[in-house]
């Protein structure tokens, strides 16, 4: 996470320090998510569901929204991140899953 807020940033370079280092921090967490994606691969296959649930989707999407609201994060850009995520891990789950 940063070591700086944005004010206290004197330069671009600054600046390009912390926001590299949000990058790092997102990627982790975003492989984090994955490995999350992978066991729901296993969970799925127990109980016998498919990739692709849409009351979920609409579920995340309806969260992803409203976290963005509180955070002061534009919502709409929030929510066309998280369906590129949603997509890219349900096609992950499709392969795995064999369907």
């Known amino acids: 996470m940063p070591r700086k807020s944005p004010n206290e940033c004197a ?3 600054e600046l390009r320090v912390e926001i590299d280092d949000i990058d ?11 490995t999350y994606i ?3 691969v296993d969970l799925k296959r127990i ?8 009351d979920r989707v609409a579920e995340v999407i309806a ?11 534009d919502s ?6 998280w369906r ?8 992950r789950e499709i392969v795995h899953l064999g369907e």
């Open 11 to 13: 330069s671009m370079a």
């Open 84 to 91: 590129e995520l949603i997509e890219w891990s349900i096609q």
């Open 38 to 40: 992978d066991r729901a």
């Open 76 to 81: 709409d850009l929030a929510e066309t991140l």
């Open 47 to 54: 109980e016998n569901l498919p990739a692709r649930t849409t």
């Open 24 to 34: 790092t921090t997102l990627i982790r967490l975003l492989a984090l998510r994955t």
């Open 63 to 73: 969260k992803v929204r409203g976290n963005a609201e509180q955070q002061g994060l």
